[in-house]
Each structure stands twice: as structure tokens, then as C-alpha cells.
């Protein structure tokens, strides 16, 4: 079955404790995307990535890093979480980055005590 | 820099009554357009999608949207609503390597 696939669903965790949370697709994609979903905010992107090797920012990256190393996979990594970084998160992925449909992940709940 | 504007956080209709859902970009260059759905606890599903061909684009479950150069819109319609739309949606923005959604429109669905 073609999907994203994320991990963890939920994670409580508490401030300044380095976190992963991990994104996988197997559908040969070469665009992925990072978002976070905030109440009245939407989704707002964090981190994309081309292919692989190939990342860069999107609209609210601080405090977050990625890498791309294998086509398949986009880690998000939390270095030192704070507390505004609470939210929900999502993984998306689409053939390529303009035309075509984002498939995303069912998502990550993030509590930063 | 590119932007969505989502007119209305809730929206509330009868089933069996017009959905319009309001979506307003503002981009530099030839957008590509979207709208998402999002039912409770799942990730969003893509409902259509506008790439530069016809203006009217049908998407899945009856809705559809018209792009309006003129006016920078992209606002989501379905003839009859059915309890089943009930679901936030999200309009989403383009042109180069970033997305840009806007904040969502909540749709409840009167019996």
C-alpha cells in the first residue's frame, strides 16, 4: 500500500531533550515535507527537501533540523525542544515538488513539557 | 512572497444547501493551486488541484473550484452539501519549492 509513515504518533516529552521524529514513504518520491499544524495558523512548512541531499528552509525552520540521506526517509530532529514547539506535525511527500499531489503522513501530536 | 487568505474559520450549512468555501492567494508568478481536506485525527487528502490548464477544476466528491486571475481567487463550491463533508479544508499555495496553506476552514454540516 502507498503511504507515508511516521513515528511516533504521540510523544510527550520535556524541554531541551534532543527528539526524533522519523518519516518514511515508499513510493519512489522525490519531494518531502515537513509541516506544522497550529489552531487558527494552518500548516505551516518547516522543511522540504528536492532528493536526496537536497534540503532546505521553509517558513518557520528554527529550532529544527533535517536530513535526506536515503530517498525514502526525512527525519525531523529536535535538538533542544521548548515548549512553543508543541504542536502537531505532519509528513508529506509528492512525486515532484510543483504539480503534483501531496501525500501526507497520518501525524505526529508533539507535547513539550 | 506568496500568501492564502481563507475567508471564514467556521462555516456552517444545511445538507442539501451550497458549499462555498473562500480561498484568496496573492504570488508573484503563475500560482499552482490546491485544496485539502482534513477529517478528524487523519492527515489532509488532496480534493483538486489547478495547474495552469482549465480554469473550472472538478475534484473528488463533487467539489470544484475556479481559478479567477483577475480577482486571485480559487473559492471551493459543492451543489449539495452532505453530512459527510463535514471536515476542515484547506486551500494551499505554490510557484517554486515552498507551500503556503492557508488557516482553514471548518465546515459543519446541518441535518
Known amino acids: 500500500e502507498a503511504q507515508v509513515t511516521q513515528n511516533p504518533r504521540y510523544l510527550i516529552t520535556v524541554t531541551g531533550k534532543k527528539l526524533t521524529v522519523t518519516c518514511s514513504q515508499n513510493?519512489?518520491?522525490?519531494?518531502m515535507s515537513w509541516y506544522r499544524q497550529d489552531p487558527g495558523l494552518g500548516l505551516r512548512q518547516i522543511y522540504y527537501s528536492m532528493n536526496v541531499e537536497v534540503t532546505d528552509k521553509g517558513d518557520v525552520p528554527e529550532g529544527y533540523k533535517v536530513s535526506r540521506k536515503e530517498k525514502r526517509n526525512f527525519p525531523l530532529i529536535l535538538e533542544s525542544p521548548s515548549p512553543n514547539q508543541t504542536s502537531l506535525y505532519f509528513c508529506a511527500s509528492s512525486l515532484q515538488q510543483r504539480s503534483h499531489e501531496q501525500f501526507f503522513g497520518p501525524g505526529t501530536r508533539l507535547t513539550v513539557l | 512572497a506568496q500568501s492564502v487568505t481563507q475567508l471564514g474559520s467556521h462555516v456552517s450549512v444545511s445538507e442539501g444547501a451550497l458549499v462555498l468555501l473562500r480561498c484568496n492567494y496573492s504570488s508573484s508568478v503563475p500560482p499552482y493551486l490546491f485544496w485539502y481536506v482534513q477529517y478528524p485525527n487523519q492527515g489532509l487528502q488532496l480534493l483538486l488541484k489547478?495547474?495552469?490548464?482549465?480554469?473550472l477544476v472538478k475534484g473528488i466528491n463533487g467539489f470544484e473550484a475556479e481559478f479567477k486571475k483577475s480577482e486571485t481567487s480559487f473559492h471551493l463550491t459543492k451543489p449539495s452539501a452532505h453530512m459527510s463533508d463535514a471536515a476542515e479544508y484547506f486551500c494551499?499555495?505554490?510557484?517554486?519549492?515552498?507551500?503556503?496553506f492557508g488557516s482553514g476552514t471548518k465546515l459543519n454540516v446541518k441535518p
Open positions: 489547478y495547474t495552469s490548464a482549465a480554469t
Open positions: 494551499a499555495v505554490t510557484n517554486f519549492n515552498k507551500f503556503y
Open positions: 513510493m519512489n518520491h522525490e519531494y
